[in-house]
C-alpha cells in the first residue's frame, strides 16, 4: 500500500483535463507555485486535499493566503515546499527533510543528494521554452519514496 502526491507546477491559469486525470486518485496534490489564479486551487482542491505555495508570478487578493515556502508532513515524512530552489535558505539533510519540491524553472528534474529527493514537475501549464508538459508523482512506500516525472504533451 501506498499515498501517492500528485507534484503539479508552473500552471500560470492553465489546468489541462490532462494534468486532471492524472492527478485523479491521487491521495494529496502539492501545487509548488506559479499557479495563476483562484480557479486552478478550486479545482485541484476539488481532487483531492491540496497544498500550494505561491510562485513568484502569483498575485492578488487569492495568492495573499498562500506562503513562499511550507513544511508538509505526510505519514511521516517531511516534505519542504519552495518555489524557487535558487531561495533555499536552509539545508535539508540538517532539517531532516526527506524532500525539497521546487518548480519555476518549467523544467523537470528529480535527483537525490545526501539522503534527500530534489523534485521538480516542471510545467504543467502554457507551452514555453521548448520544454515539454510535465507533472509528477512522488508515491510514499514503505522503504521510502519513489517518483516518476511523466510527460502531458511533448
Same mark, same amino acid.
Given at each position: 500500500?501506498?499515498?501517492?502526491?500528485?507534484?503539479?507546477?508552473?500552471?500560470?491559469?492553465?489546468?489541462?483535463?490532462?494534468?486532471?486525470?492524472?492527478?485523479?486518485?491521487?491521495?494529496?496534490?502539492?501545487?509548488?507555485?506559479?499557479?495563476?489564479?483562484?480557479? =486552478? %486551487?478550486?479545482?485541484?482542491?476539488?481532487? /483531492?486535499?491540496?497544498?500550494?505555495?505561491?510562485?513568484? @508570478?502569483?498575485? *492578488?487578493?487569492?495568492?495573499?493566503?498562500?506562503?513562499?515556502?511550507?513544511?508538509?508532513?505526510?505519514?511521516?515524512?517531511?516534505?519542504?515546499?519552495?518555489?524557487?530552489?535558487?531561495?533555499?535558505?536552509?539545508?535539508?539533510?540538517?532539517?531532516?527533510?526527506?524532500?525539497?519540491?521546487?518548480?519555476?524553472?518549467?523544467?523537470?528534474?528529480?535527483?537525490?543528494?545526501?539522503? =534527500? %529527493?530534489?523534485?521538480?514537475?516542471?510545467? /504543467?501549464?502554457?507551452?514555453?521554452?521548448?520544454?515539454? @508538459?510535465?507533472? *509528477?508523482?512522488?508515491?510514499?512506500?514503505?522503504?521510502?519514496?519513489?517518483?516518476?516525472?511523466?510527460?502531458?504533451?511533448?
Amino acid at each position: 500500500m501506498s499515498t501517492n502526491i500528485g507534484v503539479i507546477s508552473d500552471t500560470h491559469g492553465l489546468l489541462r483535463p490532462e494534468a486532471v486525470d492524472f492527478l485523479n486518485g491521487c491521495d494529496f496534490i502539492v501545487h509548488a507555485g506559479d499557479i495563476g489564479n483562484e480557479n =486552478v %486551487l478550486l479545482k485541484l482542491q476539488s481532487i /483531492a486535499p491540496t497544498y500550494a505555495i505561491r510562485g513568484n @508570478t502569483d498575485k *492578488g487578493y487569492w495568492a495573499r493566503e498562500l506562503s513562499d515556502k511550507d513544511v508538509l508532513k505526510i505519514e511521516g515524512r517531511l516534505f519542504y515546499l519552495i518555489h524557487n530552489i535558487q531561495d533555499l535558505d536552509l539545508d535539508p539533510v540538517a532539517a531532516e527533510f526527506d524532500a525539497v519540491l521546487f518548480g519555476h524553472t518549467h523544467r523537470p528534474e528529480r535527483f537525490e543528494k545526501d539522503g =534527500v %529527493l530534489y523534485f521538480n514537475p516542471g510545467s /504543467a501549464g502554457p507551452l514555453r521554452f521548448n520544454l515539454p @508538459t510535465t507533472i *509528477g508523482r512522488i508515491s510514499i512506500v514503505n522503504s521510502g519514496l519513489e517518483s516518476e516525472i511523466i510527460t502531458l504533451i511533448k
